[in-house]
């Protein structure tokens, strides 16, 4: 069976600091990992994606995500921290031979300090 | 273009009632997914339709039943209401690969909110 682990249920960084949100997942064949975020209020919204290729995965608004087999990670980084970043990320896995389901880690909430 | 668009975006219903919530897909897109979002958690995967035909479904009792119209649009079905159900359901659209597999890209509507007293 699938599964994610997201590390940290709550960070907090400054405006302009690196942005490091942790994802370990679970799989007993290949899979297809993503980042979604979700604002207040609002439903989920795809920030990038990893099916196969290339292991570095760049996604919209600065963010991005490695694949790292031998570690099962795949945590997103983003340089610079902006007050718009602050939102609930969520890490999430599907593989393409199960059933149609994608899953979805708890999330992390991310807050920006001024 | 028009995005997934869910209704009613809020409802307060008693234990025991029945709901039905309802989703459109975007245009073009055959396969609809219902999520249950707890406040405080990830979603929970409730089913996958893909061409009128249930494709997948969660851990989730036989209160819970959907189904997916001609037009790809969806109805999510929840008898005997538990204050449990209190949740945000999120309804996501997506155009699947092969055999109606999801590959993940999952483009969601902004949930209906449902309360139970």
């Known amino acids: 069976a699938q599964s994610v682990t997201q590390l940290g249920s709550h960070v907090s960084v400054s405006e302009g600091a690196l942005v490091l949100l942790r994802c370990n997942y679970s799989?007993?064949?290949?899979?297809?990992l993503f980042w979604y975020v979700q604002y207040p209020n609002q439903g989920l919204q795809l920030l990038l994606k990893?099916?196969?290729?290339?292991?570095l995965v760049k996604g919209i608004n600065g963010f991005e995500a490695e694949f790292k087999k031998s570690e099962t990670s795949f945590h997103l980084t983003k340089p610079s921290a902006h007050m718009s970043d602050a939102a609930e990320y969520f890490c999430?896995?599907?593989?393409?031979?199960?059933?149609?389901?994608?899953?979805f880690g708890s999330g992390t909430r991310l807050s920006i300090r001024p | 273009d028009a995005g997934v668009t869910q209704s009613p975006t809020h409802l307060i219903k008693t234990r025991g009632q029945h709901v039905t919530l309802r989703c459109s897909p975007i245009?073009?897109?055959?396969?609809v997914s219902w999520y249950q979002q707890v406040l405080g958690q990830g979603p929970q995967f409730i089913f996958q339709?893909?061409?009128?035909?249930?494709?997948g479904r969660g851990n989730f009792p036989d209160r819970f039943s959907a189904r997916q119209f001609p037009n790809y649009s969806s109805e999510l079905n929840v008898n005997a209401l538990l204050l449990g159900d209190s949740a945000l359901y999120l309804c996501?659209?997506?155009?699947?690969?092969?055999?109606?597999?999801?590959?993940?890209?999952?483009?969601f509507g902004e949930g209906s909110r449902l309360t139970v007293l």
């Open positions: 799989s007993s064949v290949p899979p297809y």
């Open positions: 245009s073009g897109h055959k396969s």
């Open positions: 996501a659209s997506s155009q699947p690969g092969l055999a109606g597999m999801n590959t993940g890209e999952l483009f």
């Open positions: 339709y893909y061409e009128k035909e249930e494709r």
């Open positions: 999430a896995v599907s593989v393409w031979s199960s059933a149609s389901k994608i899953i």
């Open positions: 990893y099916t196969t290729g290339a292991t």
